[in-house]
């Protein structure tokens, strides 16, 4: 460097450039594609941080095209570079992952990283800059107190961070310029809970109205469990979205999720998850036990298909259907009403049907974008698609004949005065499930089948129908 030279801009990766930690990312890479394999890590943390930054980076790609960039940091790199400055990478992530952030940017005269036998953070990383530009000889771009020891060092400390963490750095570094501030808020937390999509767990409410049980305790009840599921539910909402950021990245519309989108940190993500799960636990303790069981067993299955049963074909339609089915078993676990197994059936069938639909849609999707290979995370083809759309018409249909035999059973005549009123339900459930499979055809389906017949009139003018000719049948 001559005394002539535009001093260089020295830009830290995690939190600074980008807007997630690469290191919490692989971890939970490694944990959703290597489920059996988690105790790795435990050992590899033992072996101390290059070991385990070594490790992951070896196994676990950081899919450096899709990562979220930090707007004012690539902006500040641009302006760099415009001006003739080298701008430079210095993190305390591996090698392999800052050298393919830095292919991405484009025009990074070098980087600084860890490696096997160095954790490049705080005063270690200060100490290369000093080696390789003297004190004073560059400027720092950072976001957290790690960076205090090279704010330290160099000419010019930039901060990317909320206005009471810049006022903490300046107390130390008088002249820090303050770059960029993380947007992020209360808004960004709901959003991670999808708390639209505890709409499905009014399902729980399906053994009340089926069985015309409405005294206040039964209400009651089945309002907690409810709650209770909202809550479960959000949880596994977190753990889906942390186990499944590369694949939602590549999703035209998933990529906004909040973990994603890099909106909050995904180290945010697991204690959240647990408090969310904690607290539907803590609820359902003033329930049957038999509902606790049934909690237990949404949750173990939720983190089943989370880790695993996600990417089995066929496996996880089935899986999603229970999981619909068993918010009415916690229903009918909550009022401690007799199981109807004309109930469970029909609601297997028909949200088996609504399962595979959302799989057709994602397909339908990437058939009209050209792409001919394997759904990202889930191990289906585009060639799939007349085989599922089968599957789904015949699941529709088989839960139409489970009404039809339940309307010519016994069962019936106990709770309804004019039983044979109720055959009328059958074209409106034809009409319906026939319409959602022509609409996933079509590309004109929502993500979530069941989120879209919340929104949808046709199926809202169905509903309604079908509920008019039930209470023309008690």
Known sequence: MTAAAPLPL???????????????????????????????????????????????????ECGAETLPLRDEILAAIREAQAEGRSVWLASASHRDYVEAVAARIGGIAGIF??????????????????????????????????????????????????????????????????????RRGLGDYLRSLRMY?????????????????????????????????????????????LLDIPGDRAHPRKRNRPF?????????????????MAAAFVIALVLPAWFLAVLGLYVLLTLAYSLLLKRRVLIDVITLG?????????????????????????????????????????LVRRRAAGEEDVLVGRGYRVGDLPVMLGLGAAAGNGAVLVVSLYITSPDVQRLYAHPERLWLVCPLLLYWIGRILILANRDEMHDDPLIFAFTDRASWVAALCAAAVVAAAI
């Open 113 to 182: 990283a860890s490696d096997e036998g160095v954790n490049l953070s705080g005063a270690r990383k200060a100490e290369r800059l000093i080696e390789a530009f003297g004190q004073g000889g560059f400027d720092y771009a950072g976001n957290g107190p790690v960076d205090l020891p090279v704010w330290r060092a160099a000419r010019q400390a930039l901060v990317v961070g909320r206005e009471g963490f810049v006022r903490r750095v300046r107390r130390d570094v008088p002249d820090a310029r303050h770059l960029a501030a993380p």
């Open 197 to 241: 999509q505890w709409a499905k767990n009014l399902l729980v409410f399906l053994p009340l109205i089926a069985g015309h049980t409405y005294d206040l305790a039964s209400v009651r009840q089945t309002l907690l469990a409810f709650l209770c599921f909202c809550l479960a539910a959000s949880s596994a909402y977190i753990v889906n979205d």
């Open 260 to 276: 994603a989108a890099g909106a909050i940190p995904v180290a945010h993500g697991p204690p959240l998850a647990l408090l969310l």
């Open 10 to 60: 020295v830009v830290d990766v995690d939190g600074t450039l980008l807007r997630t930690d690469l290191l919490h990312e692989a971890a939970l890479q490694f944990v959703a594609r290597h489920p059996f394999e988690s105790w790795r890590l435990a050992a590899w943390t033992l072996g101390g941080k290059p070991r385990l930054k070594a490790a992951l980076a070896g196994r676990i």
């Open 322 to 362: 229970s999981l619909y089915t068993i918010r009415v078993l916690g229903g009918v676990a909550a009022v401690g009403v007799a199981q109807s197994p004309w109930l469970l059936m029909f609601c297997l069938f028909i949200f088996l049907s609504l399962a595979i639909v959302k799989r057709c849609a994602e």
